[in-house]
């Protein structure tokens, strides 16, 4: 699918940091920023990851450089700080695209039944998600916010700066397994809108967009089995999605240009925009 562009060019000669660059929808929002003109900041845990995003943006004749990040640890946010401001002298966009739930801190039932409370249960239920596991996937998606955005908002200083957080339609209408994800991406849309108004003084302006269901290396599992055919929770999903289909990552770009660019979207601010397929207007009936 092609690439949508931004309007007369108008990201050209912005620097843009994405976290989370190496993953599936960040590494097509590393790639659209710098086809419109951006240099790009690939941010990543795993720094082969993050590495391989910018080369492939470099090969196609654009400017990035991927550096290795931990979204949940300041001195490593502070160190790749340090590398984006020697390369790009600033931040104008930064994305804050790290997050994700893990398979420690879902339930494998939908429903908590009687049978559950018996001691030699054998599926994992909400009384048997730990502190830990639901206090990993809550840092990673809020945390994972916030951290991030103090460590580069006194680069975007005085440069009319974009914080785009990435938030989940779960955050409107909670799905079954996933209760700390649910919570998590909850917490990312109000601080979305908080940030909003505690930035705007400053001329920074932030919002959010809320995928629906994209197919991810980090979903994958729940959503198809290992023969490739899809799960039970795929067959309810596309029931509840009237498009019935998941989104392809290209179809989030032209929510992410036009929240990019300050011509269009410039009175845009505290906006949490779902790209769901029409699943949040769907009532099944």
């Given at each position: 699918m092609k690439i949508l562009k931004a309007c007369e060019k108008r990201l050209y000669g912005k620097t843009a940091v994405v976290t989370g660059g190496g993953g599936v929808?960040?590494?097509?929002?590393c790639r659209a920023l710098a086809e419109n003109g951006c240099a790009v900041a690939v941010l990543d845990l795993k720094e082969e990851s993050a590495v391989s995003v910018a080369q492939s943006i470099n090969e196609a004749g654009g400017r990035a450089f991927g550096f290795a990040a931990n979204v949940l640890d300041k001195?490593?946010?502070?160190?790749?700080y340090d590398r984006v401001v020697a390369e790009f002298g600033g931040v104008d966009i930064l994305i804050n695209g790290a997050g994700g739930n893990n398979p420690r801190a879902t339930t494998d039932k939908e429903y908590l039944e009687l049978c559950d409370f018996e001691p030699d249960h054998t599926a994992r239920t909400f009384l048997d998600l730990s502190k830990e596991d639901i206090g990993f996937v809550f840092d990673l998606n809020c945390l994972g916010t916030l951290l991030p955005t103090q460590a580069f908002l006194p680069a975007m200083k005085g440069r009319e700066g974009v914080i785009i957080n990435i938030t989940s339609m779960n955050?409107?209408?909670?799905?079954?397994?996933?209760?700390?994800?649910?919570?998590?991406?909850s917490a990312v849309s109000n601080l979305t809108m908080w940030l909003a108004v505690h930035l705007s003084e400053i001329g920074v302006r932030v919002n959010a967009i809320a995928p629906g269901f994209f197919v991810t290396a980090q979903n994958k599992d729940l959503l198809y089995n290992g023969d490739g055919t899809p799960t039970e929770r795929t067959e309810k999903i596309l029931r509840g999605t009237p498009m019935r289909r998941f989104g392809e990552p290209e179809e989030?770009?032209?929510?992410?240009?036009?929240?990019?660019d300050g011509?269009?979207?410039?009175?845009?601010?505290g906006a949490i925009i779902p790209v769901d397929g029409g699943f949040a207007a769907y009532s099944g009936v």
């Open positions: 929808l960040c590494s097509v929002f001195q490593s946010l502070a160190a790749a955050a409107f209408r909670p799905l079954t397994k996933i209760p700390a994800y649910s919570a998590a991406k989030l770009v032209g929510t992410l240009l036009y929240l990019c011509s269009a979207s410039g009175f845009v601010n």
